[in-house]
């Protein structure tokens, strides 16, 4: 109730609420922008929440937002274009809805390149399993097209939205570099950058923040992310920075001079207000659009109600976790949807729309089969909760243990060569 009282007062003032202060500079926002809440999910940038246990209505989402469902049509298209079987990802649902998939579609079978754009904001040293979904994702993507891929750290953006030192966010930056260098790019085809870095590096990129800059206005970026007059100039300016690696001139270093390279953007579906706007400038100032593919949130490990926060450890599981802490916070804390008693839960059986652990697996199980054994045994009773978060725990270990190890050998010399601009292993 509390939650939703808070989000209620953000919808109203566009600030976060802080006990015992008064919104400051109040005047409410016009439109509502981001935060228009019939069904009362809650959706921007910074902020999921939900009052439904089962998590976001992904498919009022799609209508509100205006993108498109992955339906089995476009993933039966992904197959037959590439020859490789869909990502587990797409066939569950993971990756749930697009924007303009199909052109990127058209262009590789035309034998046209795009390239790949993602990030990551650096607000602590440590990522949690559902920072790896989008890069884990676009691992495949980069696999099965083989086209370039580069990334963003936006250490600024978290300088300006948290409480951080600048040299603490870009330290940051280069820690997180090394848990997504951790997932396996092939570092002949990424470019990974800090914003704090690369932005007074590349005159490509800046001149293209400065284009966007100049066709968004003051009302459209409080309409789009509910920002207010007492928000710092640094905020209402990040949106430009976050559109400007949609456009292949912002890296000459690996594109020359080619201007019409389309770009395909996985992320989570809380960070599409940014490309909405992206896609909304991209003609006015001679540029392609971005294409997207959006994924679910990963639920925290009380519920789906909100998606897990490196802010709140007990929410989360870290990649930094030992074995030991897995084990106990799956038992201690993953919300369950069994019931109270085993006598109970053999009779009625355990809800799975509501089970983290299930809701877990789903990520991270790959294999089918063994999965719809999971969900019928659990549904049926025969599987108790304690036996299913077993199964969980037995698969999150070793995942998190490889990348670890796999964390281990990664070189500062290796993360300098991934994030120094030069030109990848194709020819523009
Ligand atoms: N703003 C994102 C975050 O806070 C980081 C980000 C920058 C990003 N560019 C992106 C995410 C492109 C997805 C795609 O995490």
């Not at 959706?43 to 498919?59: F, H, L």
């Not at 990502?87 to 809805?97: A, V």
């Not at 409480?163 to 002949?188: P, R, V």
């Not at 209402?236 to 389309?262: G, R």
Request: glycine share 6%.
């Amino acid at each position: 109730m509390l939650l939703s009282l808070k989000v209620t007062y953000k919808t109203a003032t566009g600030q976060d609420y802080k006990a015992g202060s008064p919104p400051v500079d109040f005047s409410p926002v016009s439109n509502n922008g981001p935060t228009t809440t019939q069904d009362e999910d809650f959706v921007d940038p910074w902020t999921v929440q939900t009052s439904n246990a089962k998590g976001v209505d992904y498919d009022k989402l799609i209508v509100r937002f205006g993108s498109s469902k992955i339906d089995k049509e476009l993933i039966n298209r992904i197959e037959r274009v590439t020859g490789k079987p869909p990502h587990h990802f797409l066939r569950r649902g993971i990756f749930f809805s697009h924007r303009d998939m199909n052109q990127i579609l058209d262009a590789y079978e035309n034998k046209k390149h795009f390239y790949l754009y993602t990030g990551r904001g650096p607000s602590s040293e440590a990522m949690h399993l559902g920072h790896l979904i989008p890069f884990i994702f676009t691992k495949w993507l980069q696999e099965i097209f083989n086209v370039p891929l580069v990334i963003q750290l936006t250490d600024d953006e978290k300088y300006l939205w948290k409480d951080l030192t600048i040299d603490k966010a870009y330290e940051y930056a280069i820690e997180n570099a090394k848990d997504i260098i951790a997932c396996g790019f092939d570092i002949n085809k990424t470019f990974i950058f800090s914003d704090l870095d690369y932005l007074g590096m590349s005159s490509g990129y800046y001149k293209n923040v400065v284009k966007v800059q100049k066709h968004v206005t003051f009302n459209q970026v409080k309409g789009i992310f509910g920002f207010t007059d007492s928000d710092c100039i640094g905020k209402i300016n990040f949106p430009a920075i976050q559109a400007a690696p949609s456009f292949s001139s912002s890296f000459p270093q690996i594109f020359k001079d080619k201007k019409d390279i389309q770009c395909l953007i996985p992320c989570a579906i809380d960070q599409d207000p940014y490309f909405r706007m992206t896609r909304d400038v991209a003609p006015r100032i001679g540029y392609l659009k971005p294409a997207l593919l959006h994924s679910v949130f990963f639920p925290a490990l009380q519920g789906a109600q909100t998606k897990m926060s490196a802010s709140d450890p007990n929410s989360s599981i870290f990649l930094t976790d030992t074995p030991k802490q897995i084990k106990t916070k799956i038992n201690k804390h993953a919300f369950s949807g069994g019931k109270d008693t085993i006598e109970e839960h053999r009779k009625y059986g355990g809800n799975c729309e509501v089970d983290v652990s299930y809701m877990y697996l789903t990520f991270f199980l790959e294999d089918d089969d063994k999965l719809e054994q999971m969900k019928q045994a659990y549904t049926s009773g025969a599987l108790l909760t304690g036996e299913l978060k077993k199964v969980l725990i037995e698969t999150l270990q070793p995942l998190i243990a490889a990348h670890q190890q796999r964390r281990k050998q990664i070189t500062d010399e290796m993360v300098k060569q991934f994030m120094t601009p030069r030109k990848l292993a194709f020819d523009f």
